[in-house]
């Protein structure tokens, strides 16, 4: 069973543009939603993260919008660069215990220059 | 700033052999996590330390892995007769209770 499902599982953009990429959870038990950028050859690296009491977050380009009551969650690149082509996991845990990752299978984003 | 380390970045080795690999953790961090990544999948989580106590493990680490973390500093993972389907990224994390986990760029096994 896949506990958290990650969509699409690639996605070409021009630069400039806005990549957005999709997650839906099933544990209500999670508490704590981050995404990791992999590059090739590479472990994956914390991009940005959120908890369900906001609905919203903003980093730079990146924003995570999180609707709990769907349990769904996304992350929006703004002005995506050809720089950002990477592989982008969502992931979710549950704080307290082990705070062992659930990852999504990934998205792998092109940005064209 | 010294991220985590894992060594060796690649394994190549014959069905049924032993391998071991190795990471050391951001230093102060008493949490350590191994993962494992197939090909075009996320990350799957393999077992967890808090300091030196293995406090968790995946039914996916079958009897032929076996993880340590003496002192609470290193941790090796050693996989006993290697199979085809044991050839992936292994990946190892660490974090201090509830703060981000880190990566490092993991060691990438191939099994002949």
């Known amino acids: 069973q896949q506990q958290v499902k990650q969509s699409p599982q690639s996605l070409i953009v021009q630069k400039g543009g806005i990549s957005i990429i999709n997650c839906a959870y099933e544990n209500t038990a999670f508490d704590y939603f981050p995404w990791y950028q992999q590059f090739p050859g590479k472990g994956p690296a914390l991009l940005i993260a959120i908890r369900p009491d906001v609905s919203e977050k903003k980093e730079g380009r990146f924003t995570i919008s999180f609707n709990k009551s769907a349990k769904q969650f996304s992350l929006h690149i703004m002005d995506s660069q050809p720089g950002d082509s990477a592989t982008y996991f969502c992931?979710?845990?549950?704080?307290?215990?082990?705070?062992?990752?659930?990852f999504g299978k990934g998205m792998k984003l092109t940005v064209n220059p | 700033d010294t991220g985590v380390s894992q060594d060796p970045r690649h394994k190549i080795t014959k069905r049924g052999q032993n391998v071991t690999f190795r990471c050391d953790p951001i230093s102060e961090h008493n949490r350590l996590y191994w993962y494992r990544q197939t090909l075009g999948q996320g990350p799957e989580f393999l077992t967890y330390?808090?300091?030196?106590?293995?406090?968790?493990k995946s039914r996916l680490l079958s009897d032929r892995f076996s993880a340590e973390r003496p002192k609470g500093s290193f941790s090796t993972l050693e996989i006993q007769r290697t199979e085809q389907g044991d050839s992936a990224m292994y990946l190892c994390?660490?974090?201090?209770?509830?703060?981000?986990?880190?990566f490092g760029d993991g060691t990438r096994l191939s099994i002949l």
């Open positions: 330390f808090q300091n030196e106590a293995q406090l968790e």
């Open positions: 994390a660490s974090s201090l209770e509830n703060q981000p986990q880190h």
């Open positions: 992931a979710a845990l549950t704080q307290g215990g082990s705070e062992k990752l659930v």
